[in-house]
């Protein structure tokens, strides 16, 4: 089977969705499909790429921006055009509301769509850009996603949304969810001594949350607490708020992420909106217990295999973290829930669904 998938960046972008789409394809090559990559020629930083380029075996064409929307949307229209002379069996098209999700009005080849939930907040976005959405919606909206064959949730949460928002009938939502690779599940039990070091990962970006694990780290003075991740429009405000036993670490590789993971006694994911949230099936990975806010798919993700605050409760938060420092039982329970939980999200197992949803819709569109 001969794949596109197209999305706003891709490698060596970092981010949940160019995660994604790198695994999948990574997984779908292994099983001997030919995948292709086109986006922008952006960073989010702006910088321009080469317009071509190979990552393993998948061939990445990017095309030229235009412009750039916010900290995540960017227009590039040249995608259009190449669209006439392709060959694909499967065009799979990555994150609702923006230019590229008209892709189905420029091909007869089949299309399926994996929005990555857009649900935020309106208070994270601001009053122009919930002003575009709300049209977007109420215009395009159902128009787009009823052009495409199946569009794949990350959660079911996620699904509910469409059905109860856009009137989607269940049949055309499948769920197909993010995930970690099966080398990253550690052999090892983690012991259980005294909380030493607390983990938060993830882009330093407003939405993120991470100011609140800042505000609570002076009630632990023992503990050290780490912020690491991308560079983004809050580093420098955490920087600013960071007290004596919190660090804000930038940019890590790979390597120093495992290696902050091996050291974690406790995993905290503050976000204040987070369709799905990687991070926390990686902490499950590492048997690390895990404390995540109560916002978009996290609930979900988590499930029973960790403990769930209210998003900007500070009291719940702290509380919950002060249970786990002083319940070395707990600890334990969680981070073996944690693992058992992360067992069915192996990029593996997800691939394996995927190929069925795509064989599935050439077979009923053929």
């Not at 990555?94 to 892709?103: A, D, E, G, K, T």
């Not at 990962?201 to 949350?209: C, D, P, T, V, W």
């Not at 702290?318 to 600890?331: M, Y």
Request: proline share 3%; glycine share 6%; net charge positive.
């Amino acid at each position: 089977m001969k794949i596109l998938f197209i999305t706003n960046y891709f490698h060596p972008v970092q981010g949940g969705v160019e995660n994604h789409v790198y695994n999948l394809s990574k997984e779908l090559i292994k099983l001997g499909h030919s995948v292709e990559v086109w986006c922008s020629d952006r960073s989010r930083d702006n910088i321009i790429l080469k317009n071509e380029d190979l990552v393993g075996k998948i061939k990445i064409r990017r095309f030229p921006a235009l412009f750039k929307v916010g900290d995540f949307g960017v227009i590039f229209p040249g995608i259009f055009s190449e669209l006439r002379n392709n060959n694909f069996d499967i065009i799979h098209v990555h994150v609702y509301r923006h230019l590229h999700n008209l892709i189905p009005l420029f091909t007869r080849t089949a299309c399926i769509l994996t929005p990555h939930w857009p649900n935020y907040p309106k208070n994270l976005r601001s009053r122009t850009t919930n002003f575009l959405i709300e049209i977007f919606d109420n215009i395009l909206g159902k128009f787009i996603l009823d052009k495409y064959k199946k569009i794949l949730c990350i959660t079911d949460l996620e699904k509910e949304w469409f059905i109860k928002k856009f009137k989607i009938k269940k049949s055309k939502l499948i769920i197909i969810p993010n995930g970690v690779s099966k080398k990253d599940l550690i052999k090892k039990d983690k012991k259980i001594t005294k909380v030493k070091n607390v983990l938060s990962l993830g882009r330093q970006h407003r939405s993120k949350g991470f100011d609140q694990v800042i505000k609570i780290a002076k009630f632990f003075p023992d503990v050290n607490f780490i912020i690491a991740g991308a560079e983004d429009n809050d580093t420098e405000r955490l920087k600013n708020l960071a007290s004596k036993n919190t660090k804000i670490l930038t940019n890590i590789s790979e390597k120093q992420k495992k290696s902050l993971l091996k050291k974690a006694d406790i995993f905290i994911h503050p976000s204040h909106y987070e369709g799905f949230g990687i991070v926390i099936l990686e902490a499950f990975a590492s048997k690390i217990p895990v404390i995540a806010s109560n916002k978009g798919g996290i609930p979900w993700v988590v499930g029973k295999a960790g403990l769930i605050f209210e998003d900007n409760n500070l009291k719940d938060l702290k509380n919950k973290l002060e249970l786990l420092t002083k319940n070395n039982e707990l600890r334990k329970e969680l981070s073996e829930k944690g693992y058992k939980r992360v067992k069915n999200f192996t990029w593996k197992k997800i691939v394996l669904g995927l190929e069925k949803t795509y064989n599935h819709t050439l077979f009923k569109f053929s």
